[in-house]
Nanobody
Framework: QVQLVESGGGLVQAGGSLRLSCATS????????MGWFRQTPGKEREFVAA????????AYVDSVKGRFTISRDNARNTVFLQMISLKPEDTAVYYC????????????????????WGQGTQVSVSS
């Protein structure tokens, strides 16, 4: 049974930092491209960051470039999202997602490309 479990969310002041983790089980992690998405009530789910299977390629939505960093540890079956200089508009539930990828250098920015999702972790940034 494939599981993705996010952690690390919380309440932080604007300008602060958080590091989200997504621990995976039930899959061969090194064969999966990973992504982070976020959603606020009444809005569509938004792509945040993605990383290829190998970890060599990454992508970000423009609004988080220079502030968020996605990384992965294939030995620990975990993907991370380091967030600095947080803004109130970053407030959302953050989800990690996984998809099997035959190509080690490909990342996916569309939610429809992913078939496994975590339960989400709340990030709240106060002004």
């Amino acid at each position: 049974q494939v599981q993705l479990v996010e952690s690390g969310g919380g309440l932080v002041q604007a300008g602060g930092s958080l590091r989200l983790s997504c621990a995976t089980s039930g899959l061969t992690f090194s064969l999966y491209a990973m992504g982070w998405f976020r959603q606020t009530p009444g809005k569509e789910r938004e792509f945040v960051a993605a990383i290829s299977r190998s970890g060599g390629r990454t992508a970000y939505v423009d609004s988080v470039k220079g502030r968020f960093t996605i990384s992965r540890d294939n030995a620990r079956n975990t993907v991370f999202l380091q967030m600095i200089s947080l803004k109130p508009e970053d407030t959302a539930v953050y989800y990690c997602a996984a998809t099997h990828s035959w190509n080690g250098g490909v990342y996916y920015t569309s939610g429809s490309a992913y078939n496994t999702w975590g339960q989400g972790t709340q990030v709240s940034v106060s002004s």
